[in-house]
């Protein structure tokens, strides 16, 4: 007892700055987000794999695994060596658009940094997480006929040219942040910029050899099926966990993101069973996915009321600009990369703007951003972060596709396509039966 008294009293004249420096980790915080950065690497590895690699047809399956395998690894190095930095420190001067180097190789980042009060560590690896899956995202555009070559350096360039800038304008201090643009966990960052990447690289490249006149179904609806279910799952540490905190908004926010989804699913399931007469498996799991890439930007803001109304609307629109993009413009976006992300990250951010109010009886929200008072001038906001996001994504996104283009080419060949590139690009086969 007498030592306990002489440690307090040491603590009260400030001789024991360590053991003050130790409460300002929280425990609690530190393990929720370790969880939810392996939440968030599942829907990488192994969700958006399997999600993926059952859409396209049998010769094309492991060419999808191993894309999104492969920028799994390329994206965890940039992000180690330039990626952070530049997303989430100070750039001085440029700080507006960019951050500093000051973290370059995670310079700094040491077992007892704190970012808030969890370690620094797990703030970089949690949104590590992200930066992974966003490139990733977009192989379903392209799926079936891009280059292995060509994928990975267009994934590692267009992270750190179009991800990571625009990570820092929202998350990282930039202008959009000072404009007090509301994004909880992605809706600009992630969706629009990952969706407007793929419309554009789904362009550039042309549509698939025989494209509205050779049918291409899923080979293995079972694998997108089950890519689904951990999708679900992992969202919740993509949203919840963008709390940084094990709090009320974490729980709020994996609240809603499970409405969403559930309403987002049985829009697009009655839509399609009411005008094709089956509800289909593929629709059901679509419908899911737009759902949850719907309420990410909202999830920390609204309430669930607000989430039943954003994943019924996400399932809605998301189904008809899927027809649009396919049957309407003839675009070959392989697997709906454009219409359920981007469009799911354009709505939601937009949604955000209108559920955010206190206003609104049930369909409240937790208020708007910090200085702005009223729905319109938070709605012009999101729409600023809409307009401006969707125009840096195309604009570089196209400059770049072109000019890999120029150098190495994008396309494999003809050959190489009808024979798929498992064969063709990595000399193996999905299944040897």
């Not at 604009?395 to 080419?409: E, H, M, N, P």
Request: glycine share 14%; aromatic share 10%.
């Amino acid at each position: 007892m007498k030592l306990v008294k002489q440690l307090l009293l040491f603590i009260g004249a400030g001789l024991l700055p360590s053991l003050a420096l130790a409460d300002d980790l929280n425990g609690a915080n530190t393990a929720w987000i370790l969880t939810s950065t392996a939440l968030v690497l599942m829907m990488t590895l192994p969700g958006l794999s399997l999600f993926y690699g059952g859409l396209v047809r049998v010769k094309n399956v492991l060419s999808v695994l191993m894309q999104c395998f492969a920028i799994a690894c390329v994206a965890s190095l940039l992000w180690m060596i330039v990626g952070y930095t530049m997303a989430f420190t100070d750039g001085g001067s440029l700080n507006s658009w960019i951050g500093g180097l000051s973290n370059v190789f995670l310079a700094g980042v040491q077992e007892e940094t704190l970012s808030g009060d969890i370690p620094e560590s797990v703030f970089v690896m949690f949104q590590m997480t992200f930066a992974i899956i966003t490139p990733a995202l977009m192989v379903g555009a392209f799926a079936e006929r891009m280059k292995f070559s060509a994928m990975l350096i267009f994934s590692a360039i267009w992270l750190l040219v179009v991800y990571v800038p625009v990570t820092h304008w929202v998350w990282g201090g930039g202008w959009l942040a000072e404009m007090g643009l509301l994004d909880f966990a992605g809706g600009t960052v992630v969706h629009i910029t990952a969706g407007v990447g793929a419309l554009v690289a789904a362009i550039v490249l042309g549509n698939r050899n025989g494209y509205g006149k050779t049918p291409m179904p899923p080979h293995n609806l079972t694998m997108t099926v089950t890519g689904a279910g951990m999708l679900w799952v992992g969202w919740f540490g993509f949203n919840a966990g963008s709390a940084l905190a094990a709090n009320g908004d974490a729980g709020m926010a994996m609240l809603v993101t499970h409405i969403s989804a559930a309403c987002g699913s049985l829009a697009w399931m009655t839509i399609e069973w009411i005008r094709h007469g089956k509800p289909s498996v593929l629709g059901i799991v679509t419908g899911m996915v737009a759902g949850l890439g719907t309420i990410t930007p909202a999830s920390g803001f609204v309430g669930p009321g607000g989430a039943v109304i954003i994943g019924f609307t996400a399932g809605i629109v998301c189904y008809f600009m899927t027809a649009w993009i396919k049957n309407g413009l003839k675009i070959d976006d392989s697997l709906d990369v454009f219409p359920v992300h981007g469009v799911g990250g354009i709505l939601g951010t937009f949604l955000a703007g209108i559920f955010a109010s206190t206003e609104l009886g049930v369909f409240s929200g937790q208020g708007f951003a910090d200085g702005i008072a009223t729905m319109g001038e938070q709605v012009g906001v999101q729409l600023v972060g809409i307009v401006a996001t969707f125009a840096y994504t195309a604009i570089i996104s196209y400059v770049l596709l072109k000019v890999i283009d120029a150098v190495i080419g994008l396309r494999v060949d003809k050959e190489t396509e009808t024979e798929g590139l498992d064969l063709r690009e990595h000399d193996e086969r999905g299944y040897i039966i």
